[in-house]
């Protein structure tokens, strides 16, 4: 059974940044590629970046790109996404998810980004 689980979500100011985490199990997490998505309130989900197993291939979505770092460490099974210069658009609930569509994503952590 796939179990995502998210953290490092919170408040911050515009122009601040955040460090989101994912921890992977119950499947083989270095064979996967894995993503990022997001969603705010009152819209739907949206694709924020995918790396491909190895790490060596990134996508990012254009509200993002230059902003968001996506990495993993196969190692510890673990997802990252580093953002940097937040803005309130920014304000979501983030998931891990082994396709770029969310699908078999986690609980989500919340980012909120205000004065």
């Known amino acids: 059974e796939v179990h995502l689980v998210e953290s490092g979500g919170g408040s911050v100011q515009p122009g601040g940044s955040l460090k989101l985490s994912c921890l992977a199990s119950?499947?083989?997490?270095?064979?996967?590629?894995m993503s990022w998505v997001r969603q705010a309130p009152g819209l739907e989900l949206e694709w924020v970046a995918t790396?491909?197993?190895?790490?060596?291939?990134?996508y990012y979505a254009t509200p993002v790109q230059g902003r968001a770092t996506i990495s993993r460490d196969n190692t510890k099974n673990t997802l990252y996404l580093q953002l940097d210069r937040l803005e309130p658009a920014d304000t979501a609930m983030y998931y891990c998810?082994?396709?770029?569509?969310?699908?078999?994503r986690g609980q989500g952590t919340q980012v909120t980004v205000s004065l």
């Open positions: 998810a082994k396709d770029p569509d969310g699908t078999d």
């Open positions: 119950g499947f083989p997490f270095s064979e996967y590629s």
């Open positions: 790396i491909w197993s190895g790490g060596g291939t990134k």
